[in-house]
């Protein structure tokens, strides 16, 4: 990127948000393992997400890189149901607010296609998170319900409680 000339505003950097192919399977699988607060799962896993969810999933990319994942998926016994999986992000990748913008990508695709609720589970110190769904659930002007949906017992090891954060009913925000 060049510098701006004297007296303008930067150029800011506008990522392409796309459906994920299995060739990002890797740098998804890179972006949560190198974070502290999302589960590791194997690279294997990532690849048959990008076959299986693609179209519920995003990657946000500038040019041959991939700067951000997000992964989602309409539940099976509640097909009205959309559940945020995992979101990640590359450090310094100049895109301010870049998790907010996928999410708000995933969500507004969800609601076009007939979700009438979002989920995602965070554990309680996730305030960036947090954040993003509140945010969410006033855009669609949306209750918010929390409950435990896993407690930190049910995990073999060292875990938090998983707390579900179910927006909804929402209904589409006109254009």
Not at 22 to 42: G, I, K, P, T
Request: aromatic residues 10%; proline residues 9%.
């Amino acid at each position: 990127m060049t510098a701006p000339a004297s007296g303008s505003t930067a150029t800011r950097v506008r990522p392409e948000y796309r459906p994920p192919r299995a060739e990002d399977a890797q740098a998804m699988w890179q972006m949560v393992h190198e974070s502290d607060e999302l589960d590791d799962n194997s690279p294997y896993y990532y690849a048959l997400w990008c076959r299986d969810f693609a179209e519920t999933s995003l990657v946000a990319s500038l040019g041959d890189e991939i700067v951000g994942m997000l992964t989602g998926y309409f539940r099976p016994e509640q097909p009205d149901t959309y559940l945020v999986w995992q979101e990640a992000a590359r450090p310094r990748h100049g895109i301010p607010m870049l998790g907010v913008q996928l999410f708000e990508r995933a969500a507004e695709r969800a609601v076009a296609q007939g979700a009438r609720y979002i989920e995602a589970t965070v554990s309680a110190d996730n305030k960036a998170i947090i954040m993003v769904l509140k945010k969410c659930a006033k855009r669609y002007q949306a209750p918010v319900h929390t409950e435990v949906l896993f407690p930190a017992s049910l995990f073999p090891e060292a875990h938090h409680d998983e707390v579900l954060y179910r927006i909804g009913p929402i209904e589409p925000v006109p254009g």
